[in-house]
């Protein structure tokens, strides 16, 4: 099994999550800010809290809600040292029965039906890795989660592809973080394989948003613009753009 070291500060928020993650059931797929850490393999933006997928919420809610302290409901859980659980619960059916049941592909699926779609097959693709965490120091093991699910890098990619246009206006720093995820799994080789395996009612949406994002001038300017907030480390819009368009052509 793949290991996957990510350094921080003793007690720090890394240290605090790969311990935390090490408790909570295994069901759980995790997905968010940890989880694009673990697939880029280099230094990404901070980030703060866990989020995660699960078929089935209702059947680890009571162990997350043993475990937190405190669980107000909707899948949110706190746990001490302040760190924060979301929790979406996917559908129950695998992608091809939940896209039939929404009508695809005689109907054409609405940016949340496709963003339901994108979470349910990143859930599905996940794969087992053995987070650790280390100091920066002086690379003392600090905690270790082995055996974790985590969404693989093209799940990443999928799942913000379609919660981008779901993004409220209220707030742009969202969106514009997902943005800048989005470039750098691009740029580590989140699409190396090309989007042949991505599930086809997701495979031309995700290709031609990203394409609108990152390869055409107009939404590439503004994507620059947005992203300019997260600058360690900085994106080769270049390269993004070069490795799309080839991924895109596969």
Not at 141 to 159: D, N, Q
Not at 171 to 197: M, Q
Request: aromatic letters at 4%; glycine letters at 8%; hydrophobic letters at 45%.
């Amino acid at each position: 099994m793949t290991s996957v070291v990510l350094s921080g500060r003793r007690g720090g928020t890394t240290h605090q999550s790969i311990e935390l993650l090490a408790t909570l059931p295994p069901e759980l797929r995790l997905i968010g800010g940890l989880a694009v850490m673990c697939r880029v393999g280099t230094p990404h933006r901070a980030t703060v809290d866990l989020d995660a997928l699960a078929r089935g919420l209702a059947g680890v809610h009571v162990d997350l809600a043993a475990l937190a302290v405190s669980a107000p409901g909707g899948g949110q859980y706190t746990f001490d040292g302040d760190l924060e659980l979301d929790v979406i619960d996917v559908s129950p059916d695998p992608v091809d029965a939940l896209v039939s049941e929404l009508g695809w592909p005689d109907v054409q699926l609405s940016d949340l039906e496709l963003n339901v779609v994108a979470h349910c097959w990143a859930h599905d693709t996940a794969t087992p890795l053995d987070l650790v965490a280390a100091d920066e120091l002086d690379g003392t093991r600090l905690a270790a989660a082995p055996g974790r699910y985590v969404a693989s890098a093209l799940g990443l990619v999928t799942m913000k592809s379609t919660t981008v246009p779901l993004r409220a206006s209220a707030k742009p720093e969202k969106r514009a973080s997902d943005l800048y995820d989005l470039g750098r799994l691009i740029e580590t080789g989140a699409l190396n394989g090309g989007l042949s395996t991505l599930h086809e009612a997701l495979r031309t949406v995700v290709a031609e948003r990203l394409h609108g994002w990152f390869v055409e001038d107009r939404g590439r300017d503004r994507t620059f613009r947005d992203v300019r907030r997260f600058d360690d480390p900085a994106l080769d819009f270049d390269d993004v753009s070069d490795l799309l368009e080839r991924a895109i052509a596969r």
